[in-house]
């Protein structure tokens, strides 16, 4: 079973930058796109950001445009967070599409992921 490890949370102040990183436990094949998402106390998780590796496309939320860039190379996935905001408190959790379709309109929706990490804590204050 491949397993996605996440690093590169902590705690830090608002205006500051962090970068995520999530790796792969092994080579993945027939892995099509690859996210991030995050989930905040008492909210839903939402999508940040995707990475398609086709055609390397990336996607990113309103929220974040700007701000965070994801990025792809090997078994690694990156989140690019710059300019963080005390509203950007999350877990932040990897996702890996494998053997399913990944398209624009469905990049921020978790059924479109089935590999999962176990999540990595970014907390800002003001």
């Known amino acids: 079973q491949v397993q996605l490890t996440e690093s590169g949370g902590g705690s830090v102040q608002a205006g500051e930058a962090l970068k995520l990183s999530c790796v792969f436990s092994?080579?993945?094949?027939?892995?099509?796109?690859v996210g991030w998402f995050r989930q905040a106390p008492g909210k839903e998780r939402e999508g940040v950001a995707s990475?398609?590796?086709?055609?390397?496309s990336s996607y990113s939320a309103e929220a974040v445009k700007g701000r965070f860039t994801i990025s792809y190379y090997g078994n690694t996935v990156s989140l690019q967070m710059n300019s963080l905001k005390p509203e950007d408190t999350a877990m932040y959790y990897c996702a890996a599409s494998r053997g399913m379709s990944c398209t624009s309109s469905r990049w921020s929706r978790s059924d479109t992921y089935n590999l999962w990490g176990q999540g990595t804590q970014v907390t800002v204050s003001s």
């Open positions: 092994e080579f993945t094949y027939n892995v099509n796109c």
């Open positions: 990475f398609f590796l086709g055609g390397g």
